[in-house]
């Protein structure tokens, strides 16, 4: 009787709505993942085998490989300028008056709400008027902008719960301003300036619609991605979808792991 | 000005440089392009409002602007409707396993974007997974048409996407009510749903209007997916935005577009605002 009591207590209705929930979120990313393995061509139930010929088909295949590299070029490029941009706005954001301080996050975070697409085909229209070339320096620049937002919140989240008095009394001790921030800033904010470089990487990796409109002949891996989906059946697809998406949730789980508040 | 003022202008000037350079500067080109006249396959600056008028006046871009305001008005609906539970559930009913259930919610929303359009694409296709499913568990016999027919490939797809975007607000707004207050609300009479509805909804309404917010400035202006998975009678808004920039090589009409786009949606999205302030006082 206790047991089917306990039984009872427990919440099946809000656990199978969590499970609802989760399920819609990731079957559709699960499905791609189970079929780069398959060794049909064909994408549809029942399954026929398990093979990796869809791999070996993309890692010999020169247009994905650069692509890749492409990829990887402008995600690393994307984290590191936005560290340092994000890191240093957010030192200055702290010092400033809690009125200003509402003002300056409100217009830093108006790219993370700005459609991407208006965004893409302004920057678009700017190349052309500067003269600047389609390439993937210029998809970059505009990667940039849309991390930034991310890479600023974290880093002022965690310098909002920094003790400037820390400071203050390293100062009071003799320390120089240079060696206060080396020795103790420094080591405190690092694993959310590592941790909000993963996520600007992973945002990088993934992004389309700025590679769409700016990169040109440098496609990167969304974009080889885009063109083959418009070719009938090219299962190399779910293969190419895996590896992005293996990238990117690797880096967006590191990173969250890293800047989440509650660690698990 | 004080010397850490000057300390905090420095650190401050590239972000705020490269924020002017590669984000103001593009969205005022855009603005200006929207004023230029097109001659011969070229877009030249000479003053004119025509972009304008097409774009205000024509019958087919408001077909295109109503369907873009349904389709997005639905999705981000459901969206908040669906997060608001899901919040809601993760913070009182699962309390003690909720930053590990906001935390794969947090993960799925960084990546994925084409994958997932991709993976719609083949779940509704007539030779699809759904389809194949469907069949050979005998429910239906004939292999049904939810790709390019309709707007539900499009806005289930959305949903799925920008679903964490609507979950992070309501959850963040959700944190500031205790468990207690449901508990208090529960032992005065109030039913489960009741709590749900009378105490957290109030109390997290900000944050459920930043998610509908959220994600109806991000549906409203979606391109990808209705080219991906909707039919020509579903396109939207962005599809014709974007056509002006790739075949239709009409920069200046598309920019007209853009700006329009903005000023309804900050038109529409700011009356909401009001319409919830004075509510919640």
Known sequence: MRRLA???RVPWP???????????????L????????????????????????????????????RAMGRSAIAAVTTGLVTAILGTLAGLGIVGLSSRTKGAVMFFAMIPMSFPALLFAIGLAVYYRELGVGF???????????????????VISATLDRFRFSLIEAARDLGAGAFHAFRTITLPIILPAVLGSMLLAMALSADEFIVAFFTAGQDKTLPLI??????????PSINAIGTVLLVVTSALAFISARRTSKESL | MKPNRIVAALQLAPASVYYSALFGAPLLVLVAYSFYTTENFDFVPEFTLDNYV?????????????????????????????????????????????????????????????????????????????NSALMSTGIIAEPLDLLRNGEFAIIIAMINFYLPLGILPIYAAMQ??????????????SSRLGAAGKIVLPLALRGVTVAF????????????????LGGTEDQMIGNRIAYQFGAGFDWPLGAALAVTLVVVLAVLLGALFTVVRRWVR
């Open chain 1, 6 to 8: 306990r039984w009872r």
């Open chain 1, 14 to 28: 809000s656990i199978l709505y969590v499970g609802a929930v989760l399920l819609f979120l990731f079957a559709p």
């Open chain 1, 30 to 65: 699960a499905i791609v993942v189970l079929f780069s393995f398959h060794s049909s061509p064909r994408m549809a139930f029942p399954f026929q085998g398990f093979s990796l010929r869809w791999y070996e088909e993309i890692f010999t295949d020169v247009e994905v490989v």
């Open chain 1, 135 to 153: 390439s993937l320096g210029a998809t970059i620049a505009g990667q940039i902008i849309q991390s930034l937002p991310f890479v600023l919140l």
């Open chain 1, 225 to 234: 991605m885009y063109g083959r989906i418009n070719i009938k059946l090219d």
């Open chain 2, 54 to 130: 097409t774009a205000w006046t024509s019958e087919v871009y408001r077909t295109y602007f109503i369907r873009t305001l349904r389709i997005s008005a639905i999705t981000a609906a459901v969206i908040a409707v669906v997060a608001f539970f899901y919040s809601y559930v993760i913070t009182y009913t699962l309390r003690a396993h909720r930053s590990l259930l906001y935390f794969f919610v947090l993960v799925s929303m960084f990546g994925g974007y084409l994958v997932r359009i991709y993976a719609w694409r083949s779940i509704f296709g007539t030779e699809g997974i759904a």
């Open chain 2, 176 to 189: 500031n009510v205790g468990p207690g207050q449901i508990e208090a609300a529960q032992d005065l009479g």
């Open chain 2, 213 to 228: 917010v959220f994600t109806f400035i991000a549906t409203a202006a979606e391109w990808l997916t209705p080219q991906l």
